[in-house]
């Protein structure tokens, strides 16, 4: 049995509805209790956090570890080290690598290097559509078997709508979400920064709040196209 006092910390907690300067007991990596700074007791190792926050380690349901394919701008072994230095014990990676993560063995990949790491949680994100082409769809049921979190796209909005609508389904069917990078392309236009006054001053070309909200209004529509998860039309392959 492993006992660590973090000692002096504010703990932030809001399943325990704490907020206040208070030691924490950890057994054996499991949170054993709170006790008053002036308890005595024996632990195995005591940690000063003095002026630290002490909290649930944080969850981003959308963070980019760039590997396979961009390891010069990070790893996810360097990812997971970002994460644990910032709070985070969770991350969820976005599947727009290169090549993009379309498979079981993309999904095993990145829990094998994730493993390797040793540090964070990494949940992986497999792609909506194989290479994020939008063309076809990427196989949901064998990245769901494999443990992927979610589906997206992301970088790239799901444009065609008979596409999203049938991921749509993946999702239900897996009770995974569709994480959409909501832009229409056709209204942004190439649009760099919001439209609007600023973008007038400075000469940049602006991109409509409309070019987001379309594809917003779109997919509740497809969404409520479907009342429940019987019944399902099965997408094609
Ligand atoms: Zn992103």
Redesign the pocket.
Known sequence: MTSIRIRNGRVIDPSQRRYEVVDLVIVDGHVDGYIGQEAQGSFDREIDAAGMVVSPGFVDL?C?LREPGFEDKETIATGAMAAVAGGFTTICC?P?TNPTIDTANDIAFVFAAARRAGLARVLPLGTVTRGELGRELSDATEMAAAGAVAFSD??RPIWDGRMMRYALTNSLRHHKPIVN?CEDPVIADGGVMNEGRISDLLGLKGQPPAAEEVMVARDIELCCAWPSATDLPYPPR
Request: glycine fraction near 14%; charged fraction near 15%; charge should be negative.
């Open positions: 959308h980019h976005m727009n992301d970088g990078h």
